[in-house]
């Protein structure tokens, strides 16, 4: 597993190569330390970019170079994602329900940060946190049609469809790390609908 548990956060092991990388995926047991930035959460494909502390705008994407900037997104069943880019020591933190999945604000996150800094979607690292899982994710047929499926009940795996989406920004598949850990079936763990 690329995921270990640590005083209440599970950090993926292959991001503790970034010495200047403080980063953690909460359970229910974790109390943030320090202030935060953070986003009031609208399911969407806004970014926004970490310019001071405390609670920025309306979106679902916070990016940030800004060394000792702790920023954050809340979840429960969304799925909460940490891109790294270690040549600019630039981080961004996604909340992806479905809603922001077909919205794409992942591959949106990913060229903000070509944007910004002329980070190399190659080069990114990407960290899937834990949400849920498509073992526990039935829609109905309103919400499959979203994703191209046929309109009926289904089950949609998050995990598997933003790991699309990051390949086809161009990230390695290499350097995608999923917790792979369900909210549904944690609910001791994690927060959850």
């Given at each position: 597993?690329?995921?270990?548990?640590?005083?209440?956060?599970?950090?993926?092991?292959?991001?503790?190569?970034?010495?200047?990388?403080?980063?953690?995926?909460?359970?229910?047991?974790?109390?943030?330390?320090?202030?935060?930035?953070?986003?009031?959460?609208?399911?969407?494909?806004?970014?926004?970019?970490?310019?001071?502390?405390?609670?920025?705008?309306?979106?679902?994407?916070?990016?940030?170079?800004?060394?000792?900037?702790?920023?954050?997104?809340?979840?429960?069943?969304?799925?909460?994602?940490?891109?790294?880019?270690?040549?600019?020591?630039?981080?961004?933190?996604?909340?992806?329900?479905?809603?922001?999945?077909?919205?794409?604000?992942?591959p949106k996150t990913v060229r903000a940060m070509v944007a910004r800094w002329e980070s190399r979607p190659q080069?990114?690292?990407?960290?899937?946190?834990?949400?849920?899982?498509?073992?526990?994710?039935?829609?109905?047929?309103?919400?499959?049609?979203?994703?191209?499926?046929?309109?009926?009940?289904?089950?949609?795996?998050?995990?598997?469809?933003?790991?699309?989406?990051?390949?086809?920004?161009?990230?390695?598949?290499?350097?995608?790390?999923?917790?792979?850990?369900?909210?549904?079936?944690?609910?001791?763990?994690?927060?959850?609908?």
């Open positions: 597993m690329d995921f270990e548990l640590i005083d209440d956060l599970y950090r993926a092991r292959p991001l503790e190569q970034f010495q200047w990388l403080e980063h953690g995926f909460g359970t229910r047991r974790y109390v943030p330390i320090s202030e935060l930035t953070t986003l009031r959460q609208v399911h969407s494909d806004l970014c926004h970019y970490a310019d001071r502390a405390g609670c920025l705008a309306e979106g679902d994407a916070l990016l940030s170079d800004t060394p000792g900037r702790r920023i954050a997104v809340k979840t429960a069943d969304c799925l909460p994602i940490l891109l790294v880019d270690p040549a600019h020591h630039a981080v961004a933190a996604i909340h992806a329900g479905w809603r922001g999945v077909v919205a794409e604000i992942v080069e990114l690292h990407a960290a899937i946190g834990p949400g849920i899982g498509g073992c526990c994710f039935e829609v109905g047929p309103e919400v499959a049609v979203q994703f191209g499926l046929p309109a009926e009940r289904t089950r949609i795996d998050l995990t598997a469809e933003i790991e699309r989406q990051l390949t086809g920004a161009g990230l390695s598949a290499e350097r995608i790390y999923s917790a792979g850990l369900c909210t549904v079936c944690h609910t001791a763990d994690f927060h959850s609908f």
